[in-house]
């Protein structure tokens, strides 16, 4: 080439670069997103129930995901994969506690700089969280309020795990304290209020990334004064499997109180409408926005994003109450997303996974480049309404958490068990041993779940979710060996891919 024009070319790339920034960042360019993200909020025990703001706004306005699901049902594995796109066995966040990886060293060196709000800010976004980030953010233990994820132009980071009240923020690396003020502490409200003060600031001039991430309904689910009171006659759902003895299954369900005492029914009862109440407060939220975005005419250049971390239980299996579980209820969560190009009240029902995420915000950043790095898909495709077959194929990882000591069941102590408390007469949450890797499969035709756990049987559990919704029914013994080695293969394979090599579209 030419010396002399190559000199040029710096020059001319900067001006088609500004021409094109005032085009592309015109109203008609890059769209702006809002990411809501609730803590532990299930879909089938009715999480949804509560939110009809959202319904109306979101659900009738935009595409209700029928078949979305988790990586792993647990908050900070979650969570990671939602940030990075990648599943457990990548990001390596296994559990919830700085040295299974929760924003530990490695994390904090390795995953979070490759987190998809990095690749928005790259695009040109101004990003903004607020909320609740990964359980052990913020603590001494890990780097304490100062660390502030890179590629946040706006940072209100919870300190730890969900509370209501009585908490810290790190407001762009400043320690912020909060008591228990409802006006002015409700953590569900204060990012209401946070995030619409950032919208205040937002013009179409250049797109925005909003995380709003809620502790509702997380315990210890706390509602706000003026939703104590809701839901009074709601009951925990009485589904196929609540209250039922979980045969053929893994340890820690055979370990647990069947049938449940009446006092752990009245406490599940109580807390299915409190986690309802807790998320009012969210569904104001998604209103508040939604009015702002309206307000100041950019409702048609943004995506609003819905979803949760994981699913929940409340007496299946007698299970008293918790995630982990590799059963439907845990591993559900909802996904409803609203937007330009996305027909109104429509449903989908390709299976999606929190994975999927981070590649969709970055495609719909307009940074194609980047997407095949992650171990998710894109789905915008979707949203679009073109039909091209996603995927069939959803892989679920968990590691089993212990702790060494149990205090209030000392009794169960050094037993690799976590989580064991007296109101729930020690039945205990987790155990070292609930440790698995499962296949979801699911297509128009076949709906399978396929797990083996890391225990000492080696046990493996199997239900073909077309004639057994509820989980019921193990067929690990007698579903037909062609079937189960094929699955066998998809979890031997998916539990050590990488990028491209997670993108199965393979039917069984
Ligand atoms: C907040 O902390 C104060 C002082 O420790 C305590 O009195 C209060 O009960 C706490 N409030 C909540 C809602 O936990
Ligand atoms: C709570 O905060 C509001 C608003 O700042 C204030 O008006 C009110 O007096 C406070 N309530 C208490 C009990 O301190
Ligand atoms: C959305 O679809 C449902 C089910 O098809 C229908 O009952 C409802 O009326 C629709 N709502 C709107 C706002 O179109
Ligand atoms: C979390 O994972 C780490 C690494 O595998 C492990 O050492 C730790 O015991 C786990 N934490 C809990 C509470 O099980
Ligand atoms: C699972 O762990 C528990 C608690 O340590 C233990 O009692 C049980 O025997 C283990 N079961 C299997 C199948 O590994």
């Known amino acids: ?79 990671a994969s ?15 506690s700085v040295n299974g990886g929760c924003s530990g060293q490695t994390w904090q060196k390795q995953a979070e700089p490759k987190a998809f709000n990095t690749y928005l800010k790259a695009e040109g976004y101004k990003t903004f969280f607020a909320g609740k980030y990964l359980n052990q953010y913020g603590l001494e233990k890990s780097g304490g309020v100062k660390h502030v994820p890179p590629g946040w132009d706006e940072w209100h980071g919870l300190v730890g795990n969900s509370v209501y009240y009585n908490y810290s923020l790190s407001v762009n690396g400043k320690e912020e304290k909060h008591g228990d003020n409802y006006t002015e502490d409700y953590l569900p409200d204060l990012i209401h209020r946070r995030g619409l003060d950032f919208l205040s600031r937002q013009s179409d001039r250049r797109p925005f990334f909003m995380m709003l991430s809620t502790p509702s309904c997380h315990k210890p689910f706390t509602p706000a004064p003026q939703y104590e009171k809701s839901f009074q006659d709601e009951q925990a759902p009485r589904t196929a499997s609540f209250d039922t003895k979980g045969k053929d299954k893994h340890w820690l369900v055979g370990a647990a109180l069947n049938p449940m005492p009446v006092d752990v029914i009245k406490i599940i009862d109580e807390n299915y409408r409190l986690r309802h109440r807790t998320l009012l407060s969210v569904d104001d939220m998604v209103e508040g926005v939604y009015n702002k975005l309206k307000d100041m005419d950019l409702l048609d250049n943004t995506y609003i994003f819905f979803s949760s971390d994981n699913g929940f239980h409340l007496g299946q299996f007698s299970l008293p109450e918790d995630k982990r579980q590799p059963y439907e209820f845990d591993i559900r969560v909802p996904l409803i997303v609203r937007g330009p190009g996305i027909k109104p009240n429509t449903t989908s029902i390709e299976s999606v996974t929190n994975v ?17 790095k992650f171990d998710g898909m894109s789905f915008a495709g979707i949203l679009r309404g073109q039909a091209h077959a996603f995927r069939s194929t959803v892989l679920v990882e968990y590691y089993g958490e212990e702790e060494v000591k149990e205090v209030q069941c000392p009794q169960l102590s050094n037993q690799h068990l976590k989580g064991c408390t007296k109101e729930f007469h020690c039945v205990c949450v987790d155990s070292q041993n609930n440790t698995y890797g499962c296949i979801r499969y699911e297509n128009a035709k076949q709906s399978f779940k396929f797990c083996e756990f890391q225990d000492a049987s080696n046990t493996i559990e199997v239900y073909d979710l077309n004639g057994d919704p509820h989980e019921l029914n193990n067929i690990a013994k007698s579903a037909p060996p062609e079937l189960l080695s094929k699955l066998t293969d998809k979890l031997a394979k998916l539990s050590l891919c990488a990028g491209t090599g997670c993108h199965d579209k393979t039917e069984l």
């Open 1 to 79: 080439m030419d010396v002399r024009l190559a000199s040029w070319m710096p020059l001319l790339v900067i001006f088609v670069h500004l021409a094109s920034y005032s085009v592309v960042n015109s109203k008609a360019g890059k769209p702006n997103i809002v990411f809501v993200l609730t803590d532990d909020q299930d879909v089938v025990l009715f999480g949804q129930q509560p939110m009809a703001k959202t319904h109306k706004l979101l659900t009738e306005q935009g595409m209700l995901f029928e078949n979305m699901f988790v990586s792993s049902p647990l908050c900070c594995p979650s969570r």
């Open 82 to 96: 939602i940030l990075t796109g990648q599943f457990v066995h990548n990001h390596n966040t296994q559990n919830n």
């Open 356 to 372: 999927d995420l981070a590649p969709t915000f970055v495609d719909l950043s307009g940074s194609k480049a980047e997407t095949a």
